[in-house]
């Protein structure tokens, strides 16, 4: 049976691959690599013990991690969207005008298809204010006019 050991090892490795797919940025492509290439060695060796298996797969994983974390800091990712998945950045300097009044330094504006928090001067609704910061999920705003546009005149029939 010990020599049937590297499935085990090309199985662990099919694991990691999957663990790496479902949760990215995790590194276990690296231990599923160094699985792969243990299982290979033991196609070709199997007898290599159980205690020099486990030391060879460790070794394989970190000299694969510490490789891919040199690489990166010298070749870093570069993206055509830095701000994709900070969401509120992208709203920096950028004007809006407030659905609800900011009452108590909270108040709510409509962007695209969403709502958003603000916090800012207390001020009435129709109000422009610009972005100038982000604190947690809510957008840090200011003033630029303090006179909301006027509203159409409301006509009133009386009986």
């Given at each position: 049976m010990a020599s049937s050991i590297h499935w085990?090892?090309?199985?662990?490795?099919?694991?990691?691959?999957?663990?790496?797919?479902?949760?990215?940025?995790?590194?276990?492509?690296?231990?599923?690599?160094?699985?792969?290439?243990?299982?290979?060695?033991?196609?070709?060796?199997?007898?290599?013990?159980?205690?020099?298996?486990?030391?060879?797969?460790?070794?394989?994983?970190?000299?694969?991690?510490?490789?891919?974390?040199i690489y990166l800091k010298r070749y870093p990712i570069q993206s055509d969207k830095p701000l994709l998945n900070q969401r509120g950045s992208e709203y920096l300097g950028r004007t809006f005008t407030l659905n609800e009044p900011i009452v108590d330094n909270s108040g709510r504006i409509h962007i695209d298809d969403s709502f958003w928090r603000v916090e800012g001067t207390d001020c009435p609704e129709g109000t422009r204010i610009r972005v100038i910061g982000i604190n947690g999920i809510r957008l840090q705003v200011q003033i630029i006019d303090s006179d909301p546009p006027p509203t159409a005149p409301t006509s009133s029939t009386e009986s």
């Amino acid at each position: 049976m010990a020599s049937s050991i590297h499935w085990y090892w090309w199985i662990f490795a099919l694991f990691l691959v999957v663990l790496e797919l479902f949760i990215p940025g995790t590194f276990f492509l690296w231990s599923a690599v160094a699985a792969g290439v243990l299982g290979f060695l033991l196609y070709m060796m199997p007898t290599i013990g159980i205690e020099l298996q486990i030391f060879l797969f460790s070794v394989i994983s970190i000299i694969g991690l510490v490789l891919t974390r040199i690489y990166l800091k010298r070749y870093p990712i570069q993206s055509d969207k830095p701000l994709l998945n900070q969401r509120g950045s992208e709203y920096l300097g950028r004007t809006f005008t407030l659905n609800e009044p900011i009452v108590d330094n909270s108040g709510r504006i409509h962007i695209d298809d969403s709502f958003w928090r603000v916090e800012g001067t207390d001020c009435p609704e129709g109000t422009r204010i610009r972005v100038i910061g982000i604190n947690g999920i809510r957008l840090q705003v200011q003033i630029i006019d303090s006179d909301p546009p006027p509203t159409a005149p409301t006509s009133s029939t009386e009986s």
